[in-house]
């Protein structure tokens, strides 16, 4: 992966200094105004990052036409520290998937993976990694993103708001090694509506929200 480079400001442009470390995003974290009028989606992944990790999650309200802009200027007005560490949320569903004795109601049908924008996911490598964990053959493997209607159903979160905080089920969340190699060790993602967005430290998600890092990428 490149060398994430340091957010900078153009000249004359009011968006705020990017995050150069991790003690002063949660420096920030602390000092962050409760966020207003959030819709129910997102109240509910602010809850759940108090709740683990309280007064260590930033959250920010974005524009309607926030996705129109190119990845430099979405970090800028995050004070993101690169264009590296937007991160999104992406529903999987194991279309090969059968209901068994063995199995609780759809274990291991559905899996929340987070990577990069900057980056991508090799399905063979995830089927790969996926299979070593629930012991599936190659012929039931079959991963793709799952409908929007069912990632809805699933998280609670519109698309481009998908987050694996505050999920309305507890599905299991598998992240990309290279987001553990940021520096900063910071992600930003979806906060459960296509407007909002919470930042919150890679260790911390993977800790408080039994995450696994997963090379698929």
């Known amino acids: 992966m490149p060398e994430p480079t340091a957010g900078t400001r153009l000249a004359g442009d009011a968006s705020p200094e990017p995050v150069r470390t991790l003690d002063d995003f949660l420096s920030r974290a602390k000092t962050d105004p409760v966020p ?3 819709p129910a989606a997102t109240l509910q992944v602010y809850t759940d990052a108090q709740s ?12 309607s036409d926030y996705y129109d802009w190119p990845y430099e200027q979405r970090a800028r007005v995050l004070a993101c520290p690169s264009t590296f560490h937007l991160c999104k949320s992406l529903v999987f569903e194991n279309t090969k998937w059968k209901q068994n004795d063995t199995k609780a109601k759809d274990e291991d ?21 996926v299979r ?22 699933l998280t609670g979160h519109t698309t481009n708001g998908v987050s ?24 930003y993602l979806g906060a459960g509506h296509v407007d909002w967005k919470i930042a919150l430290p890679v260790q911390a998600l993977v800790d408080n929200w039994n995450a696994t890092v997963m090379d698929f990428s």
């Open 36 to 38: 207003a009028d959030m």
């Open 52 to 63: 683990r990790l309280p007064g260590q999650c930033r959250f920010f309200h974005v524009v």
């Open 109 to 129: 049908r559905y899996w929340v993976v987070l990577v990069q924008y900057e980056g991508s996911v090799n399905i063979t490598k995830l089927e790969r990694a």
């Open 132 to 153: 070593d964990r629930t012991g599936d053959t190659r012929k039931g493997m079959h991963l793709r993103i799952a409908p929007a209607e069912k990632s809805l159903a």
């Open 164 to 187: 694996p905080v505050g999920m309305s089920t507890d599905l299991p969340i598998l992240i990309s090694s290279s987001i553990t190699e940021l520096s900063p060790a910071i992600l």
